[in-house]
């Protein structure tokens, strides 16, 4: 009978259906049917839906709960005004249910966002409870019982409190006003400002859907490199349409702010944040985006760096500039998320160090409503850095963690990269600072040293292309970041299983080798790009090829050569007490330990050292057959990958299961390219035969070197 | 039962349906299901498909008729190897089907492209036959049966015979290798040049599809305005991947060819088309672009006009520089398509005249696989334009139509402009030149003049939107193009009714309304931004919105002052025996009735005169209450637009009927911006009151002025 309804679909419709094309619209909120003995398991406990005293937010909840649970069991479940019996799910909040106010839920568990989800009993009858303290936290527990049964695991006895343990979990989105994304991978911006505030394009709502399914609850919606015309009134309109779109999610809009604005905009002669009218032109700008946007979340600020504007201009601190827009947002309740990510116009002797040294004198004077941004590491979101020596030294001052969702520099759409193996490696991090287990992760969460303001923000990979993120893997590292967001104690490897599972399938014969390979592809990456603590040997231009060689640009931290430093001796950047002592700005016991060579992790060898060809690395092989078996072996991984994937045709729609194939292709055909030319390159300094049974570059030096990639996407 | 299987479809799969979210992906290639009764009236008719010996363009046929019969009738036609009773439906040619061969079909009158479709008897058995002397026009006349289908015509008693009567029928993409689309508002290319060749987006097929559904045979991949990249051996790759994609479907590629290529890629110090060393570069470029596109179509060249480079750099004539590459293309059998939209550094007397006077005196000095591609009207692509005077003066020169389908300057992707009106009423234009009904029409079809090449050129609309041209009735103008192309004979109405019944709905109360509306549509743009002959208002920086006032641009004919002439004596540009006699480009009889004022048809009015405020034009009304009442009833019928739509909801899904609606609101705010700034600014000449009645603008011009649009798309 199912399988007449299949063909009777596909004949008279021509309907997608799950053996069919799709094409990853859906995300990981795909409800496809659950097998015929999961449903029946399911049947008892979902019989009807309760609703609550209505709110935008909690509408969205009982459409989510309705449309989810509708697809999952194929039965309508009714939405009803109170349990008539057994298998209710009651959803709300004690203010918007008298019902779920006189269960013993013991909400104060779950926080100001956060929900529990209870088996128990009403009127002597089975039910599920979805309860929070706010609207939001209802919407949230939704989307995590639609997860539970997306992900097949039993509606029995369930006691789940949940809440996250970081407060800002925003996306950044580096999206320019003509919809070109800076490190975009995935087509155009959402975000289609000309059309806007009159035509709001239905994804917005599924962008809003997909976040809260997630817990993130703001965007930045423009780009750090910011362009003051998205402060003025016809853009600030546009933005508050999006807002109105978000707001029953739960996701705050946020703007960065163009430091230079009050000149550009207002008209003034200086932005000097001392400036009394400087403050009163950014004063007057705040009230006027609050007046469109009540909940507005605040400014985001890219100063003095790369290029942008910024308090150095006039000779004043970050802080001074960071507080002065602090001061501006903060009778409204919005904060100001000031980026570490600096540099300076002068070339310094390590880039390495710079936002340390900037920022550490600062600690303890930002306004209450400031929290700094910092990347994961201290150059720029390269497939592998050790984590940012800030983390551990502003305890005065609340840290934001800064992750690249997207794969800038780890080969844009193509290549199949789970992050949540890269999320876990940072946070994981133990800064050592109050003692062993000071991680990174309780820095973020404010555990450490008690911030009063938390958040982690992922630089964002969504655009306009039908599956969002470019490729149907990357979706995965939209998922881990916000997971991760909301608890960062959460395993890579746990996520990505759920993911697969509500993603593709729950058949073990499928998610098993899937995560397997997710698990493994970060690190083939890295292996196959920079291998052993090298970092960005990228070709000029754009962030995609080769161009270890690169060394003819005008500052000299711009040149792979510069941070690859190979000399006939060896290779790899001295940040020990002998070179530019980086190291030093770590706490001491970790600092111990990156300046020994002996003791520096293998991963890091190259970032911290720079090390004799003929030194010998844990394998018993010497650095530079060490370096040729990374290569290889990177490029080897991704074979398997290839292979694994190819095999599973059987468990994956026909649409999503060649795309993923001809990208493997892709991926393995320019982890060859990356291996061969970094290879060629090299073996002009260790000058040395590659070790037997490694095969030579497919091509001399000279072609890798003349390979131009113009219009590569994302400048 | 119907509605069971609906509903289980809906609750099982969440597929969409026709009652559900649609997204115009389909285009009017959709095959949804017919009525019960008229399904009945096919079923005899449609019982089996015969396939003919394969080819690929074969294999595409019957995937086609399979895809659509099975979808549209709800059953799955069997395909076999020979009819085995009545109803079949049997297509090949008589190369691939000895039984074609055998029936009486008459090939003969479908030409080289062309096709049969007949209702006969096999072996006494009723049967259909698609037939043709050549694979391709198999398939076309597959999407042709389809389309009787899918317009509720009976399959009775068929015996159509249709040949293309153009032979290059082209889609010019001006699409950058960066994926933007130059007067693009569709999002970005189509095509991915960064994963091209190894990743082959299914939108490549279906893009084929559609443009083989219409006769279209080319596609020009490359912007006009050129670069010389897309010519190197890696982009040649990437084109001839897309080649391989679109040869099944009859679609050939051709590419932009940049003047100084040969500079440029080929380090020579010339580009001078008679230098050796660049001809010799030309022949070497063409025959390693055949190595790799066996069937490449050739070259499309945009020189010497707005910066491009070309043979006028060298003194040069255009057709010194076409030649050229003709004798490059021509042992290959490419053709080179040459652009007459051409104007010079300086200023002329008049813009309008510049194309006449550097081609008409190049007529029979082009090679013969030259043709020359004449925009519709002499200025570019207004909402109105008289035909250009080249058509009818180049006899011995093929002269190829270029319309632009894209809505460059009638409002972008949210103004509802059906452009048929606007195509027809361009080939129905008599040049008069051999007598009354030397129509455009036969100047372009080549009856006129004998033309050894024919074709026509549409400017695209098409971009990576989900709904492929940026809005859900951008998509008719594509179709109807390629209908008008195949036969620029047809209606516009009927191609307009085709359109509607393909892509929404058969029924009648909704087919009549809509169709008034889009035969309504383009007659309101021009109301509503310029009416009676005026042309090229627009505000500096993009063609969306009003800037008659502007005139502070270097050259003259940049400004739209340039173009209206108003001064306080009247307004419109005088382009007279008296003024800049652009008339006398026009045969006598046209120009006689052209250069006066009282024989001029009044939509030209302003286009060839410069008249009085007081003028009593054809209403009984003075000019200027004219101008104001045009204006005004181009935004009234955009309200009636707008409201008619708005009452149709129950024929269409949810999905497309609320963009429209969103997309018409927007269509009538603007209308009534360019209204009112134009009326706002015309009225400092016409120093006249508003006729009584008629609103004053709802802002005083300053404030139109003021209105900036930096980020307009499609720059």
Chains 1, 2 share one sequence.
Not at 174 to 188: K, M, S, T
Not at 193 to 216: M, V
Not at 570 to 597: C, E, M, W
Request: hydrophobic share 40%; charged share 20%; with cysteine.
């Amino acid at each position: 009978m199912k399988f007449s309804i299949v063909v009777a679909c596909v004949a008279v419709f021509g309907c997608s259906l799950p053996a069919g094309a799709e094409d990853g619209y859906d995300l990981w909120l795909r409800y496809r049917a659950v097998e015929a003995s999961f449903n029946r398991s399911l049947e008892l406990s979902l019989q009807e839906l309760v609703k609550s005293a209505g709110s935008p937010t909690l509408d969205a909840a009982g459409a989510e709960l309705l449309r989810g649970l509708a697809q999952l069991t194929g039965r309508t479940i009714p939405l009803v005004g109170s349990p008539s019996g057994a298998g209710a799910v009651v959803f709300g909040t004690p203010a918007s249910s008298p019902l779920i106010a006189g269960l013993p839920l013991s909400l104060e568990r779950a926080g100001r966002e956060g929900y529990v989800i209870r088996s128990l009993h009403i009127n002597q009858q089975p039910a599920i409870v979805i309860a929070a303290n706010s609207d939001i936290g209802v919407l949230y527990g939704s989307f995590h019982l639609l997860r539970l049964i997306q992900t097949r695991q039993p509606l029995i006895a369930l006691d789940i409190v949940s809440q996250p343990r970081t407060q800002i979990r925003v996306l950044n989105h580096w999206d320019n006003l003509d919809r070109h994304v800076e490190r975009g991978y995935a087509g155009q911006s959402i975000w289609d400002w000309h059309k806007l505030p009159s035509y709001l394009d239905p994804r917005y709502t599924d962008y809003a859907r997909a976040c809260a399914s997630l817990g993130i609850n703001g965007a930045v919606l423009t780009n750090v490199n910011a362009n003051a015309t998205s402060l003025t009134p016809a853009y600030l309109q546009k933005a508050a349409a999006l807002a109105d779109v978000f707001r029953p999610y739960g996701v705050r809009v946020y703007l960065t702010a163009r430091f230079s604005a009050p000149i550009e905009l207002g008209g003034l002669k200086t932005a000097d944040p001392l400036d009394p009218q400087v403050r009163a032109w950014w004063k007057a700008k705040a009230g006027e985006v609050y007046a469109r946007i009540p909940d507005f979340g605040g400014f985001l600020v890219k100063a003095n760096s790369e290029g942008q504007p910024g308090p150095q201009d006039y000779r004043r601190t970050h802080a001074d500039g960071a507080n002065m827009l602090a001061d501006a947002v903060a009778p409204h309740g919005g904060v100001v998320i000031w980026r570490a990510f600096v540099y300076s116009n002068e070339s310094p002797d390590d880039r390495a160090k710079q936002a340390y040294n900037e920022f550490v004198p600062l600690d303890g004077r930002f306004a209450d409503n400031v929290l700094v941004q910092v990347k994961n590491g201290a150059i720029d979101f390269q497939p592998r850095e050790p984590f940012h020596p800030l983390f551990g030294a502003m305890p005065k001052t609340p840290l934001m963690m800064e992750f690249q969702i997207t794969k800038e520099y780890l080969g844009f759409a193509t290549h199949l990269a789970y992050l949540g193996t890269l999320f876990e490696e940072a946070l994981d991090s133990d800064t050592m600072v109050k003692g062993k287990g000071s991680t990174v992760a309780k820095v973020v969460d404010g555990e450490l040293h008690g911030y009063r303001m938390t958040g982690m923000a992922g630089v964002s990979n969504i655009g306009a292309d039908r599956n969002w993120t470019g490729s149907h893997f990357d979706q995965a590292n939209w998922y881990a970041f916000g997971r991760l967001a909301w608890d960062p104690g959460l395993s890579a490897q746990a996520i990505a299983q759920e993911w697969v599972r509500m993603t593709f399938s729950n058949d073990p014969a499928f998610v098993e080798p899937v995560v397997t390979m997710m698990m493994r592809s970060r690190e083939a990456v890295v292996d196959y790009m920079m291998p052993l603590g090298l970092h960005h040997l990228f070709d000029t231009g754009h962030h995609y090829g080769p161009g270890p060689w690169v060394n003819n640009l005008n500052r000299a931290d711009w040149n792979p050569t510069y941070y690859h430093r190979a000399d006939t001796n060896g290779l790899g950047f001295d940040r020990g007490p002998g070179g530019s002592n980086a190291v030093a700005q770590y706490h001491p016991k970790v600092a111990t330990q990156f300046a020994d060579i002996r003791k520096t992790p293998e991963q890091f060898l190259l970032w911290f050292h720079h090390v004799p060809w003929d030194h010998r690395t844990s394998s018993g092989r010497i650095l530079w057959d060490e370096l040729v078996h990374r290569y290889t072996h990177g490029v080897e991984v991704v074979s398997q990958m290839r292979r694994s994937w190819a095999g599973l045709g059987q468990y994956v729609d026909a649409g999503r299961f060649a795309q993923v194939n001809a990208f493997l292709a892709i991926q393995e055909q320019e982890a060859q390219w990356w291996r061969d030319a970094c290879i060629a390159y090299f073996q002009t300094f260790s000058k040395r035969p590659l070790p037997a049974g490694f095969a030579a570059p497919a091509h001399p030096l000279e072609y890798y070197q003349a390979l131009k990639f113009p219009y590569a996407p994302g400048r």
